[in-house]
């Protein structure tokens, strides 16, 4: 019964990191993208987002009514990691244009990143329409959605997302997530997999698939599966890193286990 109980803590824990890591995504040009398990994530594209924060901030305050600096300064803030400025730079020019759906979106996904998942979903509503949905703000919604333990209503986003861009990776990614932290892992594995077989899919994919696989207690395979195609330090890394997170027996909402992110996010935006 304790091992049961351990196994069951152990998923939700390991899921529900990687679900915040993950979630924020669906889309490789306006939002986050799905993380891969290794710490060291992808590079980024700005080899110093800190520069990136001082450029943008600059052009920011010289105007800050301007929609387009507004936006560049919230996405270099939440490269940088400062989620909370980049939801109240965001917010404030909202408020100077409040019918901008540009802003909104970037705002409610601010708020999901910061961990607000209520209040972005209720900003994200506002940022597009049931006549005209954006299949990225879906996948962002169900995400936040999946955070507030409410998987079922999450997946009816992912499946309305689906709906306009069939057999897309990154919401399939977010999909097999969901169903990996309600616990139905052999149903992630077979969205995972869908995902991982197109050939759009990238690493970040493979690596969730690889964790959804090792929590089923295949690590061989699941092993193999994170080894491909990396160099060998890199594939070295992941390994180690799935191990740990695996072997993990306490909750990442509490203690040491908080400062284990699943994985490391990319924000090319």
Known sequence: MRQRS?????????????????????????????????????????????????????????????????????????????????????????????????????????????????????????????????????SVQGTALDQLGRHEDARRYYESALKIVPDEPTVLSNLGLSYMLSKNLPKAEEVLRQAYASGRADARVRQNLALVVGLQGRFAEAEQIVRADLPPQEAAANVAYLKQMLNRKDDPRSGSAAKLPMASLSRPE
């Open 6 to 138: 351990n196994r069951a803590r152990l998923l939700a824990s390991v899921a529900a990191a990687a679900i915040f890591a993950a979630g924020l995504g669906g889309c490789q040009t306006m939002s986050d993208v799905t993380g891969s398990i290794s710490p060291n994530g992808p590079a980024s594209a700005d080899p110093d987002p800190r520069q990136a924060v001082e450029v943008t901030g600059e052009r920011y305050r010289a105007d800050p009514k301007n929609v387009e600096a507004a936006l560049a300064y919230g996405q270099a803030l939440r490269a940088a990691g400062q989620r909370s400025q980049a939801a109240a730079v965001l917010e404030q020019a909202t408020i100077a244009h409040p019918g901008d759906k540009a802003l909104l979106a970037a705002w409610g996904r601010a708020l999901v990143d910061n961990g607000n998942f209520q209040e972005g979903l209720d900003v994200l509503g506002r940022a597009h329409s049931p006549d005209n949905p954006d299949w990225r703000l879906l």
